[in-house]
């Protein structure tokens, strides 16, 4: 009998608001150490299937498991550790990084007090620290940061409280520079455990497998996905 899969999208249609619809049927697995790149034009239905998966959008038809369970035979918070989303634009979130932080952090220690877990974990401080975050804008309210400051900041949180198995990550470094999306990719990249048995895995990233088992990852940039990606999806042909 085939290993259960990581994560699994079995024929979800979504409608558009005049009934057409924007996807129909889209059905794939992801297993551990993939890096699926989702592309398609400006409105092929990118977003939405992120938040489909993440299970804040709805959708008509299909289904949508992790480690063969569907969303509802978890419970939200777990969902939402375990297939976190992260939104194009965080600057949009209240208050600061640091209010956000704190109250991840106890959705994941209550969820890890109950479970007995401890999970590998990288400190979000750190982590955003490597990506050139300074501390202080922690402090900050979101709306205050750069689009780039923000992305950091909401991928780090994301990455750092740990518990993360697929990370939803919508345009995450679309408001960076060269020189700094390229090193939040190869951190992403080195957290993942290897894909065993296959060469598409970045050859060059060592993997360190301390972090999101696999990832789901849109980009508009053709040079970006030849570089992160181990599979890619187009979702203008769906
Ligand atoms: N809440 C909503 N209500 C109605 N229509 C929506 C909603 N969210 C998205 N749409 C529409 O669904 C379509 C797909 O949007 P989506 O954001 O998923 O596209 P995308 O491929 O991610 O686009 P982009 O590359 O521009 O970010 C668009 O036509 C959008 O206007």
């Known amino acids: 009998m085939p290993a259960t899969p990581l994560l699994e999208v079995e024929d979800l249609t979504v409608l558009r608001d005049n009934s057409s619809p924007l996807f129909s049927n889209l059905s794939f697995t992801l297993s551990p150490g993939e890096v699926l790149v989702l592309r398609g034009v400006s409105g092929s239905g990118k977003s939405t299937l992120l938040k489909c998966i993440a299970d804040l959008n709805l959708y008509s038809n299909g289904t949508v498991r992790l480690h063969g369970k569907e969303s509802k035979e978890w419970d939200i918070p777990e969902w939402r550790i375990k297939v976190a989303y992260v939104p194009q634009r965080p600057s ?92 939040v990719e190869k951190s992403l990249l080195s957290m993942l455990p290897s894909l065993e048995g296959d060469s598409r895995q970045n050859g060059h990233v060592q993997r360190k497998g301390n972090g999101p088992k696999a990832l789901i990852w849109i980009t508009h940039s053709a040079e970006q996905a030849d570089r992160v990606g181990t599979r890619s999806l187009d979702l203008s042909q769906h």
């Open 92 to 183: 949009l979130l209240p208050g600061t990084p640091l209010d956000f932080l704190s109250i991840i952090r106890s959705l994941s220690a209550r969820k890890k007090a109950q479970q007995g877990s401890e999970g590998a974990e990288v400190d979000p401080m750190g982590l955003a620290q490597d990506w050139g975050i300074d501390k202080p804008l922690w402090r900050r309210d979101w709306g205050t940061l750069s689009g780039g400051e923000a992305q950091r900041i909401a991928l780090a949180v994301a990455v750092g409280i740990g518990g993360a198995e697929v990370l939803l990550l919508d345009e995450p470094t679309s408001a960076l520079d060269a020189e700094s999306s390229e090193k």
